[in-house]
DNA sequence: TACAATTGTGATGGGTTCTTAATCAAAAAG
DNA sequence: CTTTTTGATTAAGAACCCATCACAATTGTA
């Protein structure tokens, strides 16, 4: 059963794949259009409404990566998963100049898109109601802008690094829910992330010192014992 | 908690290989089974819970691609990493129509073999997360949230740690159903865990402690004689 | 390239939690 | 009723976890 009436959009040349991809989908109960071609591609992304882009990078006419440019241009929403060959081309799209949400490597297993493209529907879902406005974010003397990705904490402006930000934010609009270290390493580091989970501590450390009054007696950033961290709830910062 | 602890089934006839593999994936950690033909292994994926199959295709009596289909007949969800030593057989694996989620040809190293089972392990978790929904449990004045990982009792926050919150989760998930001690070893501290189911006894005794009017009486975790123990099921506890 | 900023890793100390062992109490078995 | 088995309780040491700092590696930028 679909629950986001738009079809989803298949940029692939080789037909065959394409029609694999097609098939598998249209099981899934998702509605389903199929290009061949980078400019056809184009003309069709901005004369219609897709609710996620299936995007091969080699193709004829403007290839997979100007596609993903000129998407993000328009809409800053709309989920991207990229097909590639090449494992080189990943660190290109996970430097994310490209704006893809995802990428998969060819060849690929069918339960592994289907997968991939059932999460990217429900993140996207999820985002868009929830923080379907970017709202700043207040918290006592503590503002978060999302937008701006700037912080204000008594009306001073504070530097935070991109990471300490990504941090912070995602805390932020999760109040009260905790989450493990692993979790913060999937979700701001990416999935395919390896490092230890313990870099998170000194992540943690060095946002504590910037936003609380005390480092020792958090009062946003609470440790949870055993399994990680979590934001305070609204009650237990406004005082 | 660890709910995929699960041993990882090796499926490889060749001694030497099987025994690589088995020593580098146990230094990181993870639990291991190897079998050395087709029909033992269907025998045991029957009869056993696994947390991913690395499956060699050439096997004596039934081969890899059997086996894949075979697997994918009772469980749609159990990761299979498939090994090849010849790149032709890489276009039937995916092509799909065995259900592989992911493959490596001979010789790969011993890196990518690791991350490779990391990364299939870490994603059919983060998709089995996803799929169930962590809703708030009551049972009477006891309110359990999983996501915030937080206990109130008649409104009063408690502070529970992270063992003790994980085994009331799990009982309050499963009303009625009794544990047993190795049980709960098994799924609170994970498959591989050695130690005394003695040691249950002292973390119940904190949670009643703690959760319990009278840990004597108590109304919530039940004691089963002779086999465990288990949650008051709800129409005992609403009173 | 070199420099600065940011991020990741390693090491340490202190505190919390967990595990174990010992003992006592209660239930079942003989 | 006595013995045996099983569960509850307590306390202490072991193991683990987190905060912190220093430094290395990486990244961004001039």
Request: aromatic residues 8%; contains cysteine.
């Amino acid at each position: 059963m679909n629950t986001t009436e738009h079809p989803i959009l298949i940029v692939e040349d080789d037909e065959d794949i394409s029609e694999l991809i097609r098939i598998q989908l249209s099981d899934s109960g998702y509605a389903l259009e199929q290009c061949y071609d980078g400019n056809d591609a184009i003309k069709r992304i901005d004369s219609n409404t897709y609710s996620l882009i299936l995007l091969d990078i080699m193709l004829p006419g403007t290839d997979g990566f100007e596609i993903c440019k000129h998407i993000r241009q328009v809409d800053s929403q709309l989920p991207i998963l990229m097909l590639t060959a090449k494992s080189e081309e990943i660190d290109k799209i996970m430097g994310l100049e490209f704006g893809a949400d995802d990428y998969l490597t060819k060849p690929f297993s069918i339960r592994e898109l289907t997968a991939r493209v059932k999460a990217l529907l429900r993140r996207v879902q999820a985002i868009q109601q929830s923080d379907q406005v970017q709202e700043e974010l207040h918290f006592g003397e503590l503002h978060i802008n999302p937008e701006m990705r700037k912080v204000e904490l008594e009306g001073e402006l504070l530097q935070l690094t991109s990471k300490e930000f990504d941090l912070l934010l995602l805390f932020a609009q999760h109040p009260g829910r905790a989450y493990s270290r692993q979790e913060l390493l999937d979700i701001i580091w990416g999935y395919q992330y390896d490092g230890y989970s313990h870099t998170v501590n000194s992540h943690i450390n060095r946002l504590r010192n910037k936003i609380e009054k005390d480092a020792a007696e958090p009062t946003f950033i609470k440790t949870v014992w055993g399994v990680g961290y979590r934001f305070a709830e609204p009650n237990e910062v406004l005082s």
